[in-house]
């Protein structure tokens, strides 16, 4: 099964930016579709974006315009590039990836993402 450890969290002003990378081993990364999860305070975990092995990218429209995922597949890692922040993407932020033969889904740790106003 793969694993994953997420990265690039922190504090940062609304309308600035932060990278997320997550780092996957452990398995064969192109056997899965990779994908940005948030759960902020009280509430439950949501879809953020995902992209398959070749690149096709979905996102949630909430974020659409302003966040960008990217996967580097020779380094096994997946990003999320986020601008313009908003206080209300304050979340933790979970890297998933499904791998596409049994749709099983694997979590990272998650990495907290605080946009201050």
């Known amino acids: 099964q793969v694993q994953l450890v997420e990265s690039g969290g922190g504090l940062v002003q609304a309308g600035g930016s932060l990278r997320l990378s997550c780092a996957a081993s452990g398995s064969i990364f192109t056997d899965y579709v990779m994908h940005w999860y948030r759960q902020a305070p009280g509430k439950g975990r949501w879809f953020v974006a995902s992209i398959t092995s070749g690149g096709t990218t979905n996102y949630a429209d909430s974020v659409m315009g302003r966040f960008t995922i990217s996967r580097d597949n020779a380094k096994n890692i997946v990003y999320l590039q986020m601008n313009s922040l908003k206080p209300d993407d304050t979340a933790v932020y979970y890297c998933?990836?499904?791998?596409?033969?049994?749709?099983?889904?694997?979590w990272g740790q998650g990495t907290q993402v605080t946009v201050s106003s």
């Open positions: 998933s990836g499904r791998r596409i033969s049994s749709q099983q889904n694997y």
